[in-house]
């Protein structure tokens, strides 16, 4: 039997590497968030240069002084779960931005 593609959300939170939720950065706070809420899984992407709303580049160049990458925290779970933990993200966020889009998935 051939698996079944089911559809799913994506989940992606960029917030930058200098952020911090109390003693922990942002994103690491987000992950353990998110596991004790049962997501199926979670992984944390460092950008190697972006820009938000300010326009401030950040880069990973030798000579940069910039310590505030870019992170990306992906969820790739049911609308439900998500629609459930937003509140929670809501709550750690102070900036940053989320997006949401249909994905399909394929378990293997």
Not at 15 to 38: F, I, M, Q
């Amino acid at each position: 039997m051939s698996p079944i593609w089911e559809e799913q959300y994506l989940l992606r939170i960029f917030v930058g590497e200098g952020d911090r939720h109390g003693r922990l950065p942002l994103y690491e706070a987000l992950v353990e968030l998110l596991r004790r809420e049962g997501v199926a899984g979670a992984t944390v992407l460092r950008g190697i240069a972006g820009f938000g709303a300010s326009h401030v580049c950040h880069s990973d160049k030798l000579l940069d002084i910039s310590h505030d990458l870019p992170i990306v925290v992906e969820v790739v779970e049911s609308r439900e779960k998500i629609d459930g933990i937003m509140p929670l993200l809501d709550s750690m966020l102070k900036g940053g931005r989320m997006t949401l889009e249909t994905v399909s998935v394929r378990r293997i």
